[in-house]
């Protein structure tokens, strides 16, 4: 197509951009005004302007809470994460092309399955009277049932179920850049296999890992369904209590200020550490 | 190709286990016969799949999550064909701008967007309707369908182009029957990315769906959200077993690594 280069790319992508315009921009702007609206039990919402909301998520204990766990569950997952992940990522490419297929679709397969329908699985497995609790019982780990339903080592496993298929799709795709040869060289050269996977092939998949690692820290930290289906409404995150702010409460400019908190500190994390991630290791992305 | 030693391979047993472990056990309670969760169980029984017929919200928000993902990946590959053809072959101001708001949902967390939605639809009024669901979807999905468009419009030889113009076709036969066919590979496969990605979206709908219009994976989070029975794993397993087959094809037509890596396999 050889149109106008100065008006083609604007009709092209025009059609998109109103629609991202109107759809995205202006519902985001508009939950930020709201997150300055003032709210009563039974006035409901006020257009008046008011940092109530802001004030009171950002200094009352409660909310401080919830956003510590929120925290500390996103770090968790993402070490768990990267522990498994990353092994299991060397592992698949060091198989057969054959075997290698197969074990994708296991691994990754799950990616497609709803997050709801997984996360049942482990709500199945967890509880006093789920699988986990019998065995260790019979086994004789454990004296008492074992009951991980609304706990936060339960909502931990369960996320980094749903979430480890990621870092093993970024790892994978940052070893299958490497140049065998230089394993096959260090080898030849004699290094035993571990030194060759610590001082070889490790230096070269650490982008893959951090940016694996930020994938899934983003999404665990704003993780909803696994969390409210594991941990109840007993154990809030920040997801959880902003879903019930809006629907529950119905206090919606509080729900907004949460929001506002999530989407601001999860979108400096990703772009911040991407950012570091891309000087720190710019030569291995040429 | 190296072997994996023995400790790898009981690694790998072990992170296969955990990873198929809660997916097994879903489709293992939707066959029991008891009217209650009971594993191990003695019997096999296909009772639970029968009583989703009784439960006809199931089949309506089934009916609905089908409609929505078709209609809003439709709508999302529509928009994001011409999109990806503007980044891809023009150096225009705001290019990397405007590539950064449509890829924005991917980084905007989705109870984010579920709210905004919220917030928007009932100040226009549209909220709980099916419209409304449909425009959010466009906007979770369109990333998706991007990024394996851009993938496959940045590999095009232009050269063909100049060649179907240089021989008297106007651009929009070019496109038709040029462009296009090149870059199929990646409007099938972001097509068939948006389609899954909207039919398993829950936090964002959860926001936006009302009980007359809802989507099968919002139906069964709210479900389960009050009792966890054999019933919610009948569907559940249902979901997964459906999930499988299309899993299975897609590998062999894109292969699943290539498509959840945002390269269109040519």
């Known amino acids: 197509m050889t149109a106008n280069p100065k008006l083609a790319p604007l009709l092209l992508s025009g059609p998109a951009l109103l629609v991202f315009i109107g759809l995205v921009i202006a519902p985001l702007v508009m939950t930020a005004l709201l997150s300055f609206y003032d709210w009563g039990q039974y006035k409901g919402i006020v257009a008046e302007f008011t940092v109530k909301n802001w004030h009171e998520v950002l200094v009352d204990d409660y909310y401080y809470e919830i956003f510590g766990r929120t925290l500390r569950i996103a770090l968790f997952v993402t070490l768990i994460a990267v522990l498994i992940g990353v092994p299991e990522a060397y592992i698949l490419n060091r198989m057969t092309p054959r075997w290698r297929g197969v074990f994708l679709l296991v691994v990754i397969g799950p990616l497609l399955i709803s997050v709801v329908a997984r996360t049942l699985g482990w709500a199945l497995l967890f509880g006093s009277t789920g699988l986990i609790g019998q065995a260790l019982l019979t086994l004789g780990l454990t004296r008492e049932p074992v009951d991980l339903m609304f706990t936060e080592t339960g909502v931990i496993i369960a996320l980094t179920h749903v979430l480890v298929p990621f870092m093993v799709l970024a790892v994978l795709a940052a070893l299958q850049r490497l140049n065998s040869d230089v394993e096959n060289a260090a080898m030849s050269l004699g290094a035993p296999a571990f030194t060759v996977w610590r001082r070889v092939v490790l230096p070269q998949i650490i982008p893959g890992v951090l940016s694996g690692s930020v994938i899934v820290f983003a999404l665990a930290a704003s993780a909803f369904a696994t969390p409210a289906i594991i941990g109840g409404r007993r154990l809030k995150v920040a997801a959880t209590l902003a879903y019930d702010e809006f629907l529950n409460t119905l206090n919606w400019p509080l729900g907004a200020a949460i929001a506002m908190i999530l989407l601001v500190a999860l979108i400096a994390i990703i772009v911040g550490s991407n950012r570091l991630i891309e000087r720190r290791y710019a030569q291995v992305f040429e | ?266």
């Not at chain 2, 293992?28 to 029984?45: D, H, I, N, Q, R």
């Not at chain 2, 089949?59 to 590959?77: E, G, H, K, M, V």
């Not at chain 2, 967390?109 to 917030?119: E, K, N, Q, S, T």
């Open chain 2, 1 to 266: 190709m190296s072997r994996n030693g023995p400790l790898a391979l009981a690694f790998h047993a072990i992170f296969v286990v955990f990873i198929l472990a809660p997916i097994v056990v879903v489709c293992a309670v939707a066959f029991t016969p008891e009217s209650y969760l009971s594993l191990p169980t003695k019997g096999f029984s296909l009772r639970w799949f029968k009583a989703i017929w009784n439960y006809p919200e199931f089949l309506r928000a089934f009916r609905d999550s089908l409609w929505l993902a078709a209609l809003s990946s439709t709508i999302a590959i529509g928009l994001a064909v011409p999109a990806a053809l503007a980044i891809a072959r023009y150096r225009f101001l705001g290019r990397e701008a405007i590539t950064a708001l449509f890829l924005s949902p991917l980084m905007i967390p989705h109870v984010v967007l579920g709210i905004a939605f919220l917030r928007f639809f009932s100040q226009i009024g549209l909220s709980g309707s099916f419209l409304g669901l449909i425009l959010s979807h466009i906007i979770v999905v369109l990333p998706f369908a991007l990024r394996l468009v851009l993938a496959a419009s940045y590999g095009i030889d232009q050269r063909i182009e100049h060649a179907a113009i240089s021989l008297g076709a106007n651009s929009f036969v070019t496109f038709r029957r040029v462009t296009l066919p090149l870059i199929m590979p990646g409007v099938v496969s972001g097509w068939v990315l948006a389609f899954i990605n909207s039919f398993d979206e829950v936090t964002m709908t959860v926001f936006i769906a009302s009980p007359s219009t809802t989507t099968l994976p919002v139906r069964l989070f709210l479900y389960i959200q009050d009792n966890i029975d054999p019933l919610v794993s009948s569907v559940s397993a249902s979901l997964i077993l459906m999930t499988a087959v299309v899993m299975i094809v897609l590998d062999r037509l894109f292969g699943l690594d290539r498509l959840f890596l945002g390269s269109a396999k040519s």
